[in-house]
């Protein structure tokens, strides 16, 4: 069965520092690897998609690395700012089927 | 459309009662989800068609939930006779078919949150 870990459960930084979140799953055959964000109250606003041939994506300040032998992805945000405090949260697809989804990781960045 | 839409946004419910849930995907996406998220806790699946049909309906919590899709596009989830512990956001997604050129993200809509009074 599929499992998905997000390593921390929560993080605070000041502004303007690069930050890590970690992402593990326990099982390699994924079809590709997600990362949401998830403001409070709100739905899942897609970040990035990696497939799973893929090694890592970027958008503006935000880089995805996948190691899909290792079961390992993480979100790099660089210069953080307020805007970014919010639930990231990481999800693999195993095949045809279901997301399975990570308990996310609550950043909060402090002005 | 643009992207996943749901209806309502926001229900209240008296316990109960029957509540229907929609979810529009967005068009030509064929696999949709619905997935439920209580109060601070991670997302859970709820069931997952492609096309008209559900492969796998393993994740509802009881027979009090069904779901259906019609014309591969629209979703309805019914739950019937509501408890509070119902109570949560409901999500939808929808991706294309694994397998295509193109991009099988998966797109969420903003949830529907259902209070059970």
């Known amino acids: 069965k599929q499992e998905v870990t997000q390593i921390p459960a929560a993080l605070s930084v000041p502004e303007g520092e690069n930050l890590v979140l970690n992402c593990s799953f326990t099982d390699s055959a994924i079809y590709n690897l997600q990362w949401f964000r998830q403001d409070p109250g709100k739905g899942l606003t897609s970040l990035l998609l990696i497939q799973s041939s893929q090694r890592e994506q970027t958008s503006g300040r935000l880089n995805a690395s996948l190691d899909k032998s290792s079961g390992r992805s993480t979100l790099y945000i660089a210069a953080s700012q307020p805007g970014d405090s919010a639930t990231y949260l990481c999800a693999v697809t195993p095949g045809a089927q279901k997301l399975v989804f990570g308990q996310g990781t609550r950043l909060t960045i402090n002005p | 459309g643009a992207g996943v839409s749901q209806s309502p946004s926001n229900?209240?419910?008296?316990?109960?009662?029957?509540?229907?849930?929609?979810?529009?995907?967005?068009?030509?996406?064929?696999?949709?989800?619905?997935?439920?998220?209580?109060?601070?806790?991670?997302?859970?699946?709820?069931?997952?068609?492609?096309?008209?049909?559900?492969?796998?309906?393993?994740?509802?919590?009881s027979d009090r939930f069904s779901a259906e899709r019609t014309g591969g596009s629209v979703s309805t989830l019914t739950i019937q006779r509501t408890q509070q512990e119902d109570s949560a956001v409901y999500l939808c997604a929808s991706s294309l078919q694994p397998g295509q050129a193109s991009n099988y993200g998966y797109t969420f809509g903003s949830g529907t949150r259902l209070t059970v009074v």
């Open chain 2, 11 to 61: 229900k209240v419910t008296e316990k109960g009662k029957d509540v229907e849930l929609r979810c529009d995907p967005i068009s030509g996406h064929t696999a949709l989800y619905w997935y439920r998220q209580s109060l601070g806790q991670g997302l859970e699946f709820l069931i997952y068609f492609q096309g008209n049909s559900a492969p796998d309906k393993s994740g509802l919590p």
